[in-house]
């Protein structure tokens, strides 16, 4: 059974940094693409950056180009998003996913793993 765990999220201020982390156990990390999505209070889910199996090709929706950055370690099986000068529009619970090639460019399918989330807080 694949499991997917996030971690790294909490409280920072406008400007500050954070760094969170995506584990997977189960199954072979590297056959999978894997994604960043977030979902804030009273909106839709949102794409934010998807990495390919080897890591080589990403790629990132616009609100986030250039302050995020995407990362996998397949031989610790984890995948990173290094998150820079943040907003309070950044605030939102932040979900991993893995899953087919095509979460790469954020197509997600029925059979993708999802994990349970972390809270990303951005005071102003």
């Known amino acids: 059974q694949v499991q997917v765990v996030e971690s790294g999220g909490g409280l920072v201020q406008t400007g500050g940094s954070l760094r969170l982390s995506c584990a997977i156990s189960?199954?072979?990390?590297?056959?999978?693409?894997m994604a960043w999505f977030r979902q804030a209070p009273g909106k839709e889910r949102e794409f934010l950056v998807g990495?390919?199996?080897?890591?080589?090709?990403?790629y990132y929706a616009d609100p986030v180009k250039g302050r995020f950055t995407v990362s996998r370690d397949n031989a610790k099986n984890t995948m990173y998003l290094q998150m820079d000068s943040l907003k309070p529009e950044d605030t939102a619970v932040y979900y991993c996913?893995?899953?087919?090639?095509?979460?790469?460019?954020?197509?997600?399918?029925?059979?993708?793993?999802w994990g349970q989330g972390t809270q990303v807080t951005v005071s102003s």
């Open positions: 189960g199954r072979t990390f590297s056959s999978f693409a």
């Open positions: 990495i390919n199996r080897s890591g080589d090709t990403t």
């Open positions: 996913v893995a899953g087919s090639g095509r979460l790469t460019i954020g197509t997600t399918t029925s059979t993708d793993y």
